[in-house]
């Protein structure tokens, strides 16, 4: 596995992580299987895909994956959202700096681990002031608990502000193939932003949620699965939108390799300063997913793929 920086924190990571709150999800109960996830996060570190990322109720299994072998993980979660209705799926925000204290306490207690490494604020919360929440942030790193700070769903407006008061050293957001939101701008995107401020830039779901490998089907989503609802995932974006699936493809095939690792690599060459952590429960996929570090997307793929049709059908 090729290595990528964390950051300014002289730590190394492997260049592609692994996204573990989809293994236990409430509303799959009935699915779940934390023995095999075990293995699967045990297997990601084998290969050098050691920066793991979760939250809330996952990170019992993750405690639970990195008995043992807590030097080779580099374990990153987030506070800052609690649940409201889970039968709704509704949250809410929390960035009170009570909250954050308490959440910091009770992921070190579902981790089994002394000092979380990376500690994302995973939404601000607008009824409290960004300085007064990040100085929380901040008071968590100075007691020990957290080493490093990093920022969900910010803006770069809101990244500045933070980094201000205590270094960001990663950001967090969703990029790939269909939503390119944070390259928006350039160097005024939050890709750019992070490359200037040497922050790392984390990818959520670089593989769409699945759609991007090309093997989901409408009709194949289970009982209680959230893409149900996401209006890309309606059976007539889906049919609309495999039009991006083949030309990821055709450029897969060219390669030599899956529409998976395309879509992983094509996040890669964004910078150094991106590290993707697709999710997966499965040994398979999440080799594959690691592999995609060893490829390289010449100009012809990466002007193909500039070049794709805008998805059908909003993101949420």
């Known amino acids: 596995m090729r290595l990528r920086s964390l950051g300014n924190t002289g730590t190394k990571v492997g260049a592609i992580g692994l996204g573990c709150m989809g293994m236990s999800r409430l509303d799959q109960e009935a699915s779940r299987d934390d023995g095999r996830c075990v293995r699967v996060i045990n297997e990601a570190l084998d290969l050098g895909g050691n920066l793991l990322d979760t939250a809330g109720h996952n990170e019992s299994l993750l405690g639970k994956a990195i008995a043992g072998r807590r030097e080779e993980a580099v374990v990153a979660t987030k506070p800052g959202i609690a649940p409201d209705d889970l039968c709704r799926r509704a949250i809410y925000r929390d960035g009170s700096p009570a909250h954050l204290r308490e959440a910091a306490e009770a992921s070190l207690r579902r981790l089994d681990i002394d000092v979380i490494d990376l500690y994302y604020l995973h939404r601000i919360d607008p009824a ?28 770069v407006a809101q990244a500045r502000e933070a980094h201000a008061i205590h270094p960001v050293t990663a950001v967090q957001s969703e990029l790939s193939l269909w939503n390119r939101d944070a390259l928006d701008g350039a160097s005024d995107g939050m890709v750019g932003w992070c490359e200037s401020m040497g922050a790392s830039f984390i990818p959520s779901a670089p593989l769409g949620r699945g759609f991007l490998t090309g093997t989901l089907r409408a009709d194949q989503f289970e009982s209680g699965d959230f893409r149900t609802s996401d209006p890309r995932f309606h059976r007539a974006a889906m049919e609309a939108n495999q039009r991006i699936v083949d030309v990821i493809r055709e450029v897969a095939d060219r390669r030599s390799v899956t529409p998976a690792q395309v879509a992983i690599a094509w996040a890669l060459a964004q910078g150094e300063q ?13 080799r594959e997913n690691l592999a995609a570090s060893e490829v390289r997307l010449a100009d012809e793929d990466l002007t193909d793929l500039r070049t794709l049709p805008a998805p059908i059908g909003s993101r949420y």
């Open 128 to 155: 409290v002031p960004l300085a007064e929440t990040w100085g929380a942030m901040a008071e968590l790193v100075q007691r020990g608990m957290v080493r490093w700070l990093g920022l969900s769903g910010a803006t």
């Open 274 to 286: 991106v590290v993707p952590i697709p999710g997966t429960k499965n040994s398979r996929y999440l």
